[in-house]
């Protein structure tokens, strides 16, 4: 039976709502975007600047509309620019000028 | 709205030159960070799977320390998470799932597929698992029980599975192409093709 | 202490998320369940600090079976669920 206390987003064994929802079993080509992203996110692991537990705090704080409409990759990129300005690795400023110079 | 709602390959972009300008990740090291996530694949389970059903000794390897027997067959192992081994047998069938999140055995099976990382595969997994199984087309025997793991912490787990009658003598590179991705995850058997 | 392989346990009735900010690797559904040791499989930093980048203790790590069918009331009798837990959640069912 599913509980009946609240339940964090991503928590996901056992949902009643998905016990209908078939799997997409077929392959899915992973992109660019996807394998640059999990280098960083190793990259920043290995030198200790974030956690891959960090990194599921990140995610798991992403609201349920956008957790599930994001794609797995993009919930990590999210989630990674959370945790450094979180941390002061990046400022918001610095992210302000980059998202303009694109 | 909040800027972490911008479109995540802008963030990308903004992230590459911030990370590179601070020097915490150069596009040399990324590139080189690809290179190296991508030598994981099914091939390299599947290569262990194909050892385990034609040396005892390395089953046993195997089953008791995954990473080991891994870099056994030069898997590289350094910095991954320890790897368990679940064996099929012809009571007990294996099944993995991540219901937080995806982990998955990396260094053996490469990038987790998109089903693993699924809504309808992490929530159905653990509760109506057989029903799940139909979906690969896979029907369990009655018979059989059925363990599904959940794949929580710091573990990652792999299926050693059942070698598929009519391969008894085949040499173990042979073996080794019938085992697939979804046979090491518990979705599917290997065939003898 | 050490729990033995086929000490009975209780998950901790415990729901940390409608308190506030946490991380949590115990799932849901498992919350205030019982189960039964199979294994110690080492001890590990609680990822509950990490997360927040935390000085973390190590915790003992158990593998711990449940009884499939009974979690859900549906299922094939004999199923089960295997899954990793920390001590710190576990309590020694009497």
């Given at each position: 039976m599913e509980k009946d206390v609240p339940r964090a987003t991503h928590d996901l064994g056992g949902v009643s709502k998905f016990m209908c929802e078939p799997v997409d079993t077929e392959?899915?080509?992973?992109?660019?975007?996807?394998?640059?992203?999990?280098?960083?996110?190793?990259?920043?692991?290995?030198?200790?600047?974030?956690?891959?537990?960090?990194?599921?705090?990140?995610?798991?704080?992403?609201?349920?509309?956008?957790?599930?409409?994001?794609?797995y990759y993009q919930r990590w990129i999210r989630s990674i620019t959370d945790t450094l300005l979180r941390k002061g690795v990046i400022t918001e400023a610095e992210l302000r000028a980059a998202l303009e110079a694109g | 709205m909040s800027i972490l709602e911008t479109d995540g390959d802008r963030l990308l972009t903004a992230l590459r030159g911030l990370l590179a300008a601070k020097g915490i990740a150069t596009p040399q090291e990324i590139a080189e960070r690809i290179r190296i996530t991508e030598g994981g694949s099914?091939?390299?389970?599947?290569?262990?799977?194909?050892?385990?059903?034609?040396?005892?000794?390395?089953?046993a390897?195997?089953?008791?320390?995954?990473?080991?027997a891994a870099e056994q067959l030069g898997i590289p192992m350094r910095g991954a998470p320890p790897l368990g081994v679940l064996e099929d047998t012809p009571e007990l069938h294996n099944l993995v799932v991540c219901t937080l999140c995806s982990c998955y055995p990396r260094a053996v099976l490469g990038y987790p597929p998109f089903w693993f990382k699924s809504a309808a595969y992490?929530?159905?997994?653990?509760?109506?698992?057989?029903?799940?199984?139909?979906?690969?087309?896979?029907?369990?025997p009655d018979h059989v029980k059925l363990r599904v793991?959940?794949?929580?912490?710091?573990?990652?787990?792999?299926?050693?599975?059942?070698?598929?009658?009519?391969?008894?003598?085949?040499?173990?590179?042979?073996?080794?192409?019938?085992?697939?991705?979804?046979?090491m995850i518990g979705?599917?058997?290997?065939?003898?093709? | 202490m050490m729990l033995r392989p086929g000490t009975r346990v209780h998950v901790k009735?415990?729901?940390?998320?409608?308190?506030?900010?946490?991380?949590?690797?115990?799932?849901?559904?498992?919350?205030?369940?019982?189960?039964t040791v199979l294994?110690?499989?080492?001890?590990?930093?609680?990822?509950?600090?990490l997360a927040f980048a935390r000085p973390a203790p190590k915790l003992p790590l158990y593998h711990v079976r449940f009884d499939q069918p009974a979690l859900w009331h549906e299922g094939r009798a004999g199923d089960e669920v295997v899954v990793e837990i920390y001590g710190s959640w576990l309590e020694a069912a009497l």
């Open positions: 392959p899915h080509a992973f992109t660019d975007f996807d394998r640059e992203v999990d280098a960083i996110r190793q990259l920043l692991g290995m030198k200790k600047i974030m956690s891959v537990d960090e990194l599921r705090r990140g995610v798991e704080s992403i609201p349920e509309a956008d957790y599930h409409r994001l794609t | 099914p091939a390299q389970g599947a290569r262990m799977v194909a050892k385990a059903w034609v040396d005892p000794a390395y089953r390897l195997m089953l008791s320390d995954g990473a080991r992490r929530a159905r997994a653990v509760r109506d698992p057989r029903g799940l199984l139909t979906e690969w087309g896979t029907v369990l793991v959940d794949s929580t912490a710091d573990y990652r787990w792999m299926v050693l599975p059942l070698q598929p009658a009519g391969t008894e003598g085949w040499p173990e590179e042979k073996l080794a192409g019938i085992v697939r991705e979804g046979d979705v599917t058997f290997p065939a003898a093709g | 009735n415990d729901w940390p998320e409608t308190r506030g900010p946490c991380h949590i690797r115990t799932p849901h559904y498992l919350r205030g369940e019982t189960g294994r110690h499989l080492g001890d590990f930093p609680n990822p509950e600090d």
